[in-house]
């Protein structure tokens, strides 16, 4: 398998455009999280997915954010509109079961490094 | 609410030295703890994960302790080598919010 694939690796954008993350999970995982990586606030959960459901997004900063997952090989990340206290690391990452109730790991895609100017 | 603090920020050691690398958390509520690894500009890599019931997971030259009660853990790396240089990640899962919760990591330095 390509593990978890997440597209674009760079995206640079000016302040008040839309953004659009995405990500292919490792097939025949059935979880899904996206997470945000700062230097001052480290590793953030902002949402995941059980069977392309949406179970927890308390951890998306705001209503700009928005993520879906419209089947199981897909999902995307959206700010609209960006602005620059939103550039970060996103990542994304998928587990076979429940990483807290299976002990299993979760599997991290490269992420995708936003710039917002 | 869950907080998980890894101390130092930052480490540089000599090769061939053993090390460790520490980890606490707030709530000893936890279903596991897991170490991770990240190069620069990569994705997370798990290393080892040690669930509630258990004390101690080793893989290689990487040993890591769970002392839950006291909220710590250690990652004991082995005679370590350049290739060891990266960010090392703790991270609990939370029983009290079911996340996964990430401390802000180590980022060790091997002197060649």
């Known amino acids: 398998d390509a593990g978890v694939i997440q597209s674009p690796r760079h995206e640079v954008t000016e302040m008040g455009q839309e953004v659009t993350l995405r990500c292919k999970p490792i097939?025949?995982?059935?979880?899904l999280f996206w997470y945000r990586q700062t230097m001052m606030r480290g590793l953030e959960l902002l949402i995941y997915f059980n069977n392309n459901v949406p179970i927890d997004d308390s951890g998306m900063p705001e209503d700009r954010f928005s993520a879906k997952m419209p089947n199981a090989s897909f999902s995307t990340l959206k700010i609209q509109p960006s602005e620059p206290r939103d550039s970060a690391v996103y990542f994304c990452?998928?587990?076979?079961?429940?990483?807290?109730?299976?002990?299993?790991?979760?599997?991290f895609g490269p992420g995708t490094r936003l710039t917002v100017l | 609410k869950q907080e998980v603090t890894q101390i130092p920020a930052a480490l540089s050691v000599p090769e061939g030295e053993n090390l460790v690398l520490n980890c606490s958390f707030t709530d000893s509520a936890i279903y596991n703890l897991q170490w991770f690894r990240q190069d620069p500009g990569k994705g997370l890599t798990s290393l080892l994960l040690i669930q509630s019931s258990q004390r101690e997971q080793t893989s290689g030259r990487l040993n890591a302790s769970l002392d839950k009660s006291s909220g710590r853990s250690t990652l004991y790396i082995a005679a370590s080598q350049p290739g060891d240089s990266a960010t090392y990640l703790c991270?609990?899962?939370?029983?009290?919010?079911?996340?996964?919760?990430f401390g802000k990591g180590t980022r060790l330095h091997i002197l060649p």
């Open positions: 990452a998928s587990s076979p079961t429940n990483p807290g109730l299976e002990a299993v790991t979760q599997y």
């Open positions: 097939s025949g995982h059935d979880y």
């Open positions: 991270a609990v899962t939370s029983k009290r919010d079911d996340k996964i919760i």
